[in-house]
């Protein structure tokens, strides 16, 4: 069994990964967003995108629009579990924030809260990532969770 501070690293490390990637989408299939702006290279970003066929069908779907938010979302689970302490009401507090921060984004957007499109499908899948979690979670508690 691993030390405590392997499996930090290991999750740590295992969630920046997951966040790469998930940049990887807009950095090269959807570079003019919001932030891209804001942080002045969305042009330059522009200039390199990779084209897609718009006539994917659902799986050019998943990888345009929900790839990147399941995998930052299981970044979030992965990170928010590596740091939970049980006996805390403050890290469980943050942890149930972490869960349900998505969904929240989600409702604010369906509302007009918060700028951003509502969809459906980021539900699923979040709902999906989710349920892996947890089942992960259950069967191998210490693969995900520090048990402090």
Known sequence: MQTSDTQIRNNILTASLLIVAGSLVYLFLRPDIILFKWIGIRDLLVSIKCETDDGGGFLHYFLMY???DVLWYAA???????FYVKEVLVSKILFATMVLMPFVLELLQLARLLPGTF?????????ITLI???LLWIRKPNCLLLHR
């Open 66 to 68: 929900c790839l990147s």
């Open 76 to 82: 979030l689970l992965i990170l928010a579990s590596t």
């Open 132 to 134: 892996i979690f947890v």
């Open 119 to 127: 969809d459906w499908y980021d539900i699923v899948f979040y709902c």
